[in-house]
């Protein structure tokens, strides 16, 4: 993922050449970085002039005075490209998209920050028995946050020659490069979740599941591995786990992830007295576990058991997997990038408490 850039938006600054275009432009139609070439030959971009987005009528076309590269059966064909990565499942982000935590921005081309607020625990209820005695008053305490807000993008290259053989000879535009990029964004923000990796940027900061400082910490028996753990010691460990949850007072349900060495572990029979349940179907058991899902990016010997609710974890979305027409070098090359806006939030009360266990043998 070395090729992926991360441009901030946060507090009135921007980092990044996108990010600073953004920034000066304000609100920024990605329409208008994405002109077409119209069957009358002159260039076009769509626009939405309002209404329900999902519906046709809610765009125009308008004519513009720039060339533009692709036509419109071209941008489809991107498109789609685009699109079927964005579809398939990258485990930690589109759990969040499934269970509705997701957070979107009015104006993500133009927020500079996401200002967000953690409420303090209030009021007491007051037993008596005329129900004239005042009870004590109290007032909840906000306290107020930043979120960096993230520009994903990777940028890929159409050469001019190659458009022109697929047009001459009726083969449809190679799509590989806008699928790759897409592969990579969306691996830059699954890593955004389960790498120990911190990006602060306009006074907040962007944590994992692995260096949340509320989250809760769990020692597990041993590494989950065929030769240093029984299934009683994996049970145990998913135990605890749930046990700190209900501690900090989050009650589930719960998505267990695991390490991609951890997952054959779990298709082992549980014992020998109960063949054909394996270790899976046993952690299933488990009142409010919800499932358990096998996580590529997850460094080994580590565990999350994370609750799914908005007050725990919410992806902030402004913009969606996108293709966009950036800047031409010369005649001959256009540059292109696939970007999004969004990022994952990790949350907790102001007393610190938090839904996540983090499970690892050196915690």
């Known amino acids: 993922m070395k090729n992926v850039n991360i441009d901030f938006i946060a507090k009135g600054a921007a980092q990044g050449d996108l990010a600073s275009y953004i920034m000066n432009q304000g609100r920024v139609d990605p329409g208008v970085l994405r002109p077409y070439i119209g069957s009358d030959g002159r260039s076009y971009i769509t626009v939405y002039k309002g209404g329900d987005p999902t519906k ?3 765009y125009e076309a308008r004519p513009i005075q720039t060339n533009a590269t692709l036509r419109r059966d071209e941008w489809k064909l991107l498109d789609e490209a685009v699109l079927s990565v964005a579809r398939s499942r990258l485990g930690g982000i589109q759990d969040l998209v499934d269970n509705g935590l997701v957070y979107n921005l009015g104006n993500a081309m133009g927020t500079t920050v996401l200002e967000w607020h953690d409420v303090s625990d209030a009021l007491e209820a007051e037993m008596t028995m005329d129900g004239v005695t005042r009870a004590k008053g109290d007032r909840v305490q906000y306290g107020t946050h930043y979120l960096p807000i993230p520009i994903i993008h990777v940028d890929y290259e159409i050469n001019a020659r190659v458009l022109a053989a697929s047009r001459s000879l009726g083969n449809p535009l190679d799509t590989t490069m806008a699928e790759r ?9 699954e890593s955004l979740l389960f790498t120990p990796t911190t990006y602060s940027f306009g006074g907040g900061t962007i944590y994992s ?6 989250r809760n910490t769990e020692t597990l028996a041993a590494a989950w591995d065929a030769t240093t753990t029984t299934a009683d010691n994996i049970i145990a460990d998913v135990l605890k ?5 209900i ?11 695991i390490p991609t060495a951890y997952e054959t572990v779990l298709d082992k029979d549980y014992d020998s007295t109960t063949p054909g349940t394996t270790i899976r179907e046993r952690i299933m058991k488990i009142s409010g576990i919800k499932g358990i899902k096998v996580i590529d990016m997850l460094p080994k010997d580590n565990v999350l ?7 725990v974890v919410r992806l902030v979305r402004g913009m969606g997997l996108q293709n966009v027409e950036w800047q031409t070098e010369g005649r001959f090359i256009t540059k292109y990038k696939v970007m999004t806006i969004q990022v994952p939030q990790i949350r907790a009360d102001q007393e610190g408490n938090c839904g996540i266990v983090h499970g690892s043998t050196t915690t």
Do not use: C, I
């Open 305 to 311: 058991l994370v609750q799914m609710t908005s007050d």
């Open 241 to 245: 786990m749930k046990q700190k949850s």
């Open 56 to 58: 046709p009528e809610s």
């Open 181 to 189: 990029a897409a592969r990579r964004v969306q691996e830059k923000l």
């Open 209 to 214: 599941y692995l260096n949340f400082p509320h």
């Open 247 to 257: 501690a900090a007072h989050f009650y589930g349900p719960w998505m267990l992830y």
